[in-house]
């Protein structure tokens, strides 16, 4: 399985972007779960969103409440995420991640996850 990440850029605060994952050499149905991480400078990669497959379930960091919507598209083999009301706190390497099995209880450890994609960068700045 090959992630694809894009959709970044530099906007400033308080606009809007839609970054997007595309998945080749797997269906997303057959995908356990698709999440995406995001990594601040001189910060470790942390957990924003997942979204698993098969039941349709997000899971949403508590930072991401309310703000970041993710979604999929089976026509496109796409997985997008759609951030509103950027923060500069927001700004960093968006990244894309996916593994075959749903991890019950610790989809959030970046560890887990067997398939990512090469990340995008946000920037959040006037």
């Known amino acids: 399985v090959q992630l694809q990440a894009s959709g970044g850029g530099l906007v400033q605060p308080g606009g809007s972007l839609r970054l997007s994952c595309a998945a080749s050499g797997r269906t997303l149905s057959a995908l356990g779960i698709m999440s995406w991480f995001r990594q601040a400078p001189g910060k470790e990669r942390e957990f924003v969103v997942g979204?698993?497959?098969?039941?349709?379930?997000?899971y949403y960091s508590d930072s991401a409440q309310g703000r970041f919507t993710i979604s999929r598209d089976n026509a496109k083999n796409t997985v997008h995420l759609q951030i509103d009301s950027l923060k500069p706190e927001d700004t960093g390497v968006y990244f894309c991640?996916?593994?075959?099995?749903?991890?019950?209880?610790?989809?959030?450890?970046?560890?887990?996850?067997?398939?990512w994609g090469q990340g995008t960068l946000v920037t959040v700045s006037s």
């Open positions: 979204l698993r497959l098969g039941l349709g379930r997000t």
């Open positions: 991640a996916a593994r075959n099995a749903f991890p019950v209880g610790i989809y959030n450890r970046a560890d887990i996850y067997t398939f």
